[in-house]
């Protein structure tokens, strides 16, 4: 079987090849899908695969993620690559600073889309965000300029401690193991 993945990051295309390590083959497209708007991450991901689905019209996943904060009543939930692009992680952090409960996650969504439908596939991954002092001086003595520290995530309830880089990209990959199952 060959799957199409789209996407405009051609990592994400290796990552998925990577984890199903040559059981099917992979090609990474880069389709321009819209972005459509909905609260629902996973309805996001259903409307990127229908636009695919109609383009290529042959097996094929695409996702989206949502970073969401508890204190902030979802905020900025998939509406995070805006947000972090306007306000930055700084402008988030500010928005929790008097707020105890740092508590957040991310949230994907693959769409796999064939002849027989699409179907939506989601993984939650539960972070804690970090006061940005301690983000700033930890990214300092480290000389670590990672997407964690950019962003201002950090986990401690899970194995590593900080929030890093492989810990973003073992979320993608636990996300594709969801469609095995």
């Not at 996973?42 to 636009?51: D, H, L, N, P």
């Not at 969504?109 to 002849?115: E, M, P, Q, S, W």
């Not at 997407?147 to 990959?173: M, S, V």
Request: net charge negative; aromatic share 10%; with cysteine.
């Amino acid at each position: 079987m060959k799957l199409a993945v789209v996407t405009s990051n051609p990592h994400k295309a290796r990552e998925v090849a990577a984890f199903f390590d040559g059981a099917l083959e992979v090609e990474h497209v880069q389709l321009e899908c819209p972005e459509f708007r909905h609260s629902d991450v996973g309805e996001i991901a259903r409307g990127k695969a229908r636009f695919a689905w109609e383009h290529l019209g042959r097996p094929l996943i695409v996702d989206d993620t949502a970073f969401s904060v508890r204190a902030l009543k979802g905020f900025p939930g998939p509406y995070a690559a805006y947000v972090l692009d306007t306000l930055g992680y700084q402008g988030i952090l500010r928005l929790l600073e008097r707020v105890d409960d740092r508590q957040a996650y991310f949230e994907t969504a693959i769409a796999y889309a064939d002849r027989e439908g699409i179907r939506v596939f989601r993984l939650h991954q539960h972070a804690i965000l970090a006061a940005a002092d301690k983000i700033d001086g930890a990214r300092h003595a480290r000389g670590d300029h990672g997407l964690a520290e950019r962003h201002g995530f950090q986990n401690d309830h899970l194995p590593g401690g900080p929030w890093c880089r492989d810990q973003w990209h073992d979320h993608h990959g636990r996300s594709s193991q969801v469609i095995q199952v």
